[in-house]
């Protein structure tokens, strides 16, 4: 169905069941006086729709990607004049010299004999999300000895830091971690690198990368190398967290340069602060406790999994922002990060002294709360310690076990500290860096612990919070999405279980919104799902969980989160309705594995309704 009906005006050549369709669309029933609606602004969604009889239609589609977030640069340099002064000079082992230094007319100049030369500088990063590029603009040529070397990274005095390395002689790239003066090297890549070239170190949690572009824009990044910094070790232990609070406060972004055999290394740029993405996934609207979308200055405020440069526990939780003018124009605005609370009372110890990258959940604006104080409810999902890297340790693949005591991923809510102190709106967590307390959530034991719950949304209905989530039975081959509630008047962490899809094993991404006047889980099929039938749909439930069909819209691959927005288009008194998802397409999946997707998608309703959701 191609014609979009605002009840204004008629397609021409339709068929009386599509007439008849397009009739419920303009909220003009059958029966009549069923076209007749107050006319005030609050006037409700009248419409004889159901929300699978609405089709979605493409509207944009493209692949978010920065190295460095935009509006989190930390350090921008140009060297345009002497700023010698921001940065301390560094001289790491074994050469201990420091060599000369020279800035200004757009350059840093490197030299002087058998230098090994950092400059450091007082900026860097309060969550292990790093990027710190520098711009080369010439190296010292070919030579017979070992070193001609570049460095990015993050560096705490001389003898303590982490950085990537391009040798131009021996035409490797790398990281080195240098702790308390003894070198760790972590493997090299081959790598024939020809200046002038950008060249990044990314921190995502404790796994860093190398990677190589030679323009000037975000095109052309391509990864060299990727290590875990925990892999080196003294006495069995690592030598360096990059999680841990007090290293954060301490490594700093710099860049340097190393030539043995004496010679001029220059570089024309340098750029640090907090890493972007390599594409995002779980898109979830900030919304008020109703539903209602949080829109402001006609810019729809939504959070999104910035993909790292790795699996799930590479990414983190970004605020962004979508021009409802045109859908094209996206902006992230705001970086969440988590400490786990230390919560002993429950039997879970947490690390608040760890800075984490969780995701995918949901950021609520709650008026009500207190008599009219308010609150914001955060809650997420905590990927960001899953698997080898995180203290949980990943289940094994396709074996279920039962009632796990610490499964790998669960679903956490925010607290203003170790204690359960509401986040209050006097706290802009729109916008800017704010590391959260996150604490486990009581949905995590509904309706029995399993391998891992995710996913969260959640929403006030008359009185009753409705939390969506995927309760995962075995954590990669069989999760379907769950619903659990409150009594009215009782709090988001006061639930009961509603009931879950068991037919179904790879759906998550629910997502409970109005549409069409009808209030509904939706969810999605994951490119696994069983039977195959079932594949590129998203199914529909009611909020007792009971199925209802399927909504029309285009299904990309991976698993989808099906976000549906309702939009008022005031002049008209009618609603219409956006969906944002994204697919499962990769970033140089071979060389960085799974998780680096995936492209953002909108949609559109062809229809429209009369009257307003909220």
Do not use: C
């Not at 800035?103 to 840093?108: D, F, M, S, W, Y």
């Not at 450091?120 to 080369?136: H, L, M, N, R, Y």
């Not at 609370?341 to 800075?355: E, L, Q, T, Y």
């Not at 195959?532 to 989160?561: C, E, Q, S, V, W």
């Amino acid at each position: 169905m191609n014609h979009p009906i605002d009840g204004e005006g008629w397609a021409s050549g339709l068929d009386r069941a599509t007439f008849l369709k397009l009739l419920g669309a303009a909220g003009l029933g059958a029966a009549a006086g069923a076209s007749v609606l107050p006319e005030g602004a609050g006037a409700a969604v009248r419409t004889n729709l159901a929300p699978e009889d609405f089709v979605f239609t493409r509207k944009e589609q493209f692949r978010p990607f920065a190295v460095l977030a935009e509006n989190f640069v930390e350090l921008s340099d140009g060297f345009g004049t002497d700023t010698s002064a921001n940065y301390t000079v560094l001289a790491p082992p074994p050469e201990r010299n420091a060599g000369t230094v020279e800035i200004g007319a757009g350059e840093a100049v490197i030299g002087g004999e058998e230098h090994y030369t950092v400059l450091q500088s007082d900026t860097g990063q309060e969550a292990p999300f790093a990027a710190v590029i520098v711009d080369v603009k010439s190296l010292v040529g070919p030579g017979s000895g070992p070193e001609d070397s570049v460095f990015t990274g993050l560096y705490k005095d001389p003898d303590n830091f982490v950085h990537a390395f391009y040798n131009n002689r021996s035409k490797i790239a790398g990281f080195d971690v240098v702790s308390n003066g003894q070198t760790f090297g972590l493997g090299v890549e081959r790598a024939d690198l020809q200046a002038p070239f950008r060249f990044a170190f990314v921190a995502n949690e404790n796994e860093v990368t190398a990677l190589v572009s030679t323009g000037r824009n975000d095109e052309g990044w391509q990864p060299l190398v990727k290590r875990n910094v925990q892999d080196a070790r003294r006495d069995g232990q690592p030598v360096l967290d990059l999680r841990d609070t007090q290293t954060l406060a301490e490594y700093k972004n710099g860049f340097g340069a190393r030539a043995n055999e004496g010679g001029t290394i220059v570089f024309d740029r340098v750029r640090a602060g907090y890493y972007g993405e390599a594409g995002v996934r779980d898109p979830h609207v900030v919304q008020y406790a109703n539903g209602k979308p949080y829109i402001k200055n006609n810019k729809l405020y939504f959070t999104l999994t910035n993909a790292g440069l790795g699996f799930f526990e590479k990414a983190h939780w970004g605020v962004w922002t979508m021009d409802l003018s045109d859908y094209s124009k996206i902006e992230q605005v705001g970086n969440i990060f988590w400490r786990n609370a230390n919560n002993p009372n429950d039997g879970d110890p947490g690390d608040p002294n760890k800075v984490l990258g969780h995701s995918a959940g949901q950021i609520i604006r709650d008026e009500e709360f207190d008599g009219g104080r308010g609150r914001w409810i955060v809650v997420v999902s905590s990927w960001g310690d899953f698997g080898p890297q995180g203290g949980d340790g990943a289940l094994a693949s396709g074996t279920v076990t039962p009632n796990p005591a610490n499964p790998p991923v669960d679903i956490l809510y925010a607290t203003e500290s170790d204690s359960t102190e509401e986040l209050p709106l006097t706290t802009n967590i729109l916008r800017g860096v704010h590391v959260l307390t996150g604490r486990k959530h009581p949905v995590n034991a509904l309706p029995f612990p399993t391998e891992g719950k995710w996913d969260p949304g959640l929403t006030r209905i008359d009185g009753v919070w409705y939390l969506v989530y995927v309760i995962a039975l075995d954590l990669f081959t069989d999760f379907q999405p769950a619903l659990a509630r409150s009594l009215p008047g009782a709090d988001h962490t006061q639930l009961s279980f509603v009931g879950t899809d068991e037919e179904r094993n790879a759906t998550e991404g629910p997502i409970i919104q109005k549409l069409g006047g009808k209030w509904r889980v939706f969810a999605s099929n994951g490119d696994d799902t069983q039977p195959t039938n079932l594949r590129g749909k998203y199914p529909i439930y009611d909020l007792n969980m009971d199925f209802r069909g399927h909504l029309d819209a285009p299904h990309p691959t991976n698993i989808p989160h099906p976000m549906i927005v309702p939009l008022r288009v005031p002049r008209r008194r009618r609603t219409k309705y956006v969906m944002l998802t994204f697919n499962g397409a990769q970033y140089y999946e071979d060389r960085l594995g799974y998780g680096t997707h995936g492209d953002f998608f909108v949609f559109e309703a062809t229809q429209r309704v009369r009257g307003y959701e909220f």
